[in-house]
């Protein structure tokens, strides 16, 4: 989706960008208008340099395109342009086997079984209901975005070219016109930056290209009609095929870039085909010194898989093993052509043999006519030689070192070696075996974790107005809330100054695997069986956690306190009850001790508030008062006041 940044007027642009008023009726003796800042000739420099990152990245669009040419199996044409296979006929045959392509299947299902979710944590006290409100709400913004589809196209795009990417902007026109966060996944291919660089937020430009047709961009922006012309610049496409549309298209450019206005750096877009300025934030008298986006940063998210030195882009799995995926083709393709050989029986045949070579090649005839005498040596059968057991391990090997090396093995994906029958051992060697996928997702993980700020960022600079969301709260019940910006402004310090609230960003899965919440139940199984959750035993098990460490850890001991201070609470009102009943009501107190299953009237153990001193029991202060109280009260009946 293109970005969309004509903010004046829009309900959820932020305070500070007010509505731009109608210009005024110039004079005759008033001055001509400023020029705009982006022009033609600012726009012939973009595109010079734009070229030049599009040279710089050659090698990248490359491997790109011969990765999806090897997802979609079409390896063959790969394979031969590298001179790995002869010239060969269109009709040739050549195998070409799903080894890699159930590799990425197969690391595609790890990714999105870990399905992440965001949990924000507060910096400062002050902002715990802040951080609450945002690990409520971002849910839904993201749900609302389909993000489950991005982040399968995304992964999808990662696990097969190295690198996928997102785009986090703001879309004005979302909502009927309140605006709303758009995140989406951006063809690799369309995007430029300055060579050499490791971090895309340190490139001088950044480039996204898309093609458009020219009708709506003429109704889009009508002081453009007429004057659309791409300039010659192509990106690179998936296919060598020339795009037929019905309608004609032309090359938009936009191009994001930074200034420095007041030792402050800016964000500033552009957005333009050819030599004609379609929108330009500096030619915007509101957002000249602001930018576009408070953050300041460029919207775009890079998520490798294999990362590389001097480059935002890493590498991925048709990188790693399309060597030993092309050893297999070519073994393959030879036992294939091999067992054909030996399947159609072949002749030599004499010059001067006279045998009829259509009933000899018509296998429905019975009879085959020779003439003259039929020698040994006037037809001989070719023999063919069949291939021993050292060609079929070398494919197994081959077909072996794939699967290590892609950490796609027969476990990983739920097959045992023979031997191991026992279920835990079956469910240990599997978690072992899916490390690789792990560390792969918590790749995935940091790299959701940036694009979790751009939103909250976005979410500071444009959610003026409140917002209602639907969503879980802590008891699990549905509620809808009311949101705004107004917790993210600037808060005013008790020794003066303002302060902006930041949060920290912790990425969970939302879903987990199959041995993570199998493990887990058996954890809680087995803390209910100890007594874990007694909250008698609490002086055993608090020190017992402290040494242990599992999800969920946090929670369990809070619960487990609170459990505590409850059971003192009520064991000091059971207490006082009693101690009141035997006051008043003597006659009640054996019934109010078998309701409450004590034998005494001070069923307080030990680890409470009680405590003992010199080998006697010492009743808690509260206790004590209320013991005083209830005996210097007057008697009900008689007469005293």
Known sequence: MEENVRLRGRPGATAPIAPMAAPPVPSPAAPAAAPPRIGK????????????????????????????????????????????????GPEEFHSQSGWLHNVIVSKHADAMDAFPEPSILPREPGDRMEARMLSGILPVVLEQN?????????????????????????DPDAL?????????????????????????????????????????????????????????????????????????????????YHRFLGGRKTLHYCKYVGDTVLYATENQPEMMERGLYDHGRYPFVLDRLFP???????????????????????????????????????????????????????????????????????????EHPSLDGNHVAMLEATVRELRETSGNTETANGSMSAGVTAASAIAALQEASGKGSRDATQASYRAYGELVELLIELIRQFYTLPRQFRILGETGAEEFVSYSNRGLMPQPMAYGGLRLPVFDIKVVPQRRAAYSR????????????????????????????????????????????????????????????????????????????????????????????????????????????????????????????
């Open 41 to 88: 000739e600012q726009l012939l420099e973009w595109s010079a340099l734009l070229n030049e990152y599009k040279a710089g990245k050659a090698d990248v669009d490359r491997r790109v395109r011969a990765a999806e040419e090897w997802w979609k199996l079409r390896n063959t044409r790969q394979e031969r342009r590298e001179g790995q296979l002869g010239a060969g």
């Open 146 to 170: 389909h993000f489950e589809t991005t982040y399968s196209d995304v992964q999808w795009q990662r696990l097969k070219t190295g690198t996928g990417v997102y785009r986090v902007s703001w």
């Open 176 to 256: 009927g016109g309140l605006g709303e966060i758009s995140i989406r996944r951006v063809n690799l291919l369309d995007l430029f930056w300055e060579p050499g660089v490791e971090d895309l937020q340190e490139s001088r430009c950044v480039f996204h290209v898309s093609s458009q047709e020219i009708a709506l961009l003429e109704q889009q922006y009508p002081h453009a009609r007429g004057r659309l012309r791409s300039g010659g610049f192509r990106p690179e496409t998936f296919n060598d095929e020339r795009e037929y549309s019905l309608s004609p298209r032309t090359t938009v450019i936009e191009v994001y």
């Open 308 to 382: 590389v030195e001097g480059s935002p882009c890493g590498y991925g799995f048709v990188d790693l093993c399309r060597n030993p995926q092309t050893e297999i083709d070519l073994m393959k393709t030879a036992f294939v052509k091999n067992a054909v050989i030996g399947a159609t029986p072949r002749f030599f045949l004499r010059e001067d043999g006279e045998v009829n070579e259509e009933e000899l090649q018509d296998l429905s005839r019975s009879v085959v006519h020779v003439g003259g005498n039929m020698g040994r040596d006037s037809l001989r059968l070719i």
């Open 518 to 641: 199998l493990s887990q139940n058996e954890l809680a199984l087995q803390f209910y069986g100890l007594g874990f959750f007694d909250p008698a035993r609490a002086s055993q098990v608090l020190p017992c956690l402290e040494m242990m460490e599992f999800d969920g850890k946090e929670e369990l001991r809070q619960k487990l306190r609170k459990a505590v201070e409850d059971r003192e609470k009520l064991a000091l009102w059971q207490q006082l009850a009693l101690s009141l009943a035997r006051r008043y009501e003597p006659r009640l107190v054996q019934g109010l001790m078998g309701a409450l299953g004590t034998e005494s009237a001070a069923p307080l153990p030990t680890g409470g508030k009680l405590t003992m001193s010199g080998g006697q029991r010492r009743e808690h202060a509260r206790v004590r008062s209320a013991r005083q109280r209830a005996q210097n009260a007057p008697i009900p009946g008689s007469g005293s006041s």
